[in-house]
């Protein structure tokens, strides 16, 4: 796609001002909607090269700046359309592109370890896909092995891949259970996330003390006695 091209299912949608699922923008407001466990992309979402990229969003992103009533011309200012389409681009969305994706490599479980291992308060940083402003928080995960092992540092960089996009919350918690269960060959996973979000607290009802937790179990995690022991590695209790 050259740079001054639009696709045709952008246009489209322009056009009639309606998204999908047939209701307008003005009719979604505030409502918060997943559309299913995989992020939203275009079939051509990677025709266009990342300098392309960055050129285009910088272009409209000073636009932006200029509807807002900013001077471009001022030293502060001139170079941030620029810094916003880098940091899109090459940081905080960079797990859009699959290239991105960490390769996991598996490992024998040389020393027989065959109780839950738990990687907790893994930092993440994303963004919230309805407003564009950040979702930060903690995800824990928990597996139990099959024979095979990753790399703790794997884990982080699985969550931190798919956090670096736009995002919902419970997308993300399904979108690193199921790589890690690919990943792993085993269905003995569990992700918790907690977050905080700035639609939430910067915006909108403004409430900055409040934070969202989502859950997702899989195998023996969904047995009682485990997904208890597995909450309180969390949470410092004792299990039930």
């Not at 919902?168 to 979108?175: A, G, I, M, S």
């Amino acid at each position: 796609m050259k740079p001054n091209e639009t696709s045709s299912s952008t246009l489209s949608t322009e056009r009639n001002g309606y998204s999908r699922n047939g209701q307008s923008p003005q009719e979604l407001g505030d409502d918060h909607i997943s559309t299913g466990d995989e992020t939203p992309l275009r079939e051509d979402a990677f025709d266009m090269d990342d300098e392309t990229k960055m050129e285009l969003i910088e272009k409209h992103f000073a636009q932006i700046m200029h509807i807002l009533g900013l001077d471009l011309d001022d030293d502060s200012l001139r170079g941030t359309p620029r810094r916003v389409a880098k940091m899109y681009v090459q940081e905080i969305f960079s797990g859009l592109h699959p290239d991105n994706k960490p390769h996991a490599t598996l490992f024998e479980n040389q020393y027989r370890y065959n109780e839950m291992l738990v990687e907790k308060d893994i930092t993440f940083y994303s963004n919230c896909e309805h407003h564009f402003v950040p979702i930060f928080g903690r995800a824990h995960v928990g597996y139990i092995s099959n024979g095979k092992v990753i790399g703790l540092s794997k884990i982080n960089r699985i969550v931190q891949y798919f956090a670096k996009r736009p995002q919902v919350q419970e997308r993300l918690t399904v979108q690193i259970i199921n790589e890690l269960k690919r990943v792993l060959q085993t269905e003995d996973v569990a992700v918790v996330i907690d977050a905080k979000h700035m639609c939430v607290s910067s915006r909108g009802i403004q409430d900055d003390t409040s934070t969202t937790v989502t859950a997702k179990y899989s195998g023996k995690f969904q047995e009682e006695a485990t997904k208890s022991e597995f909450l309180s590695h969390i949470y410092n209790t004792q299990p039930k």
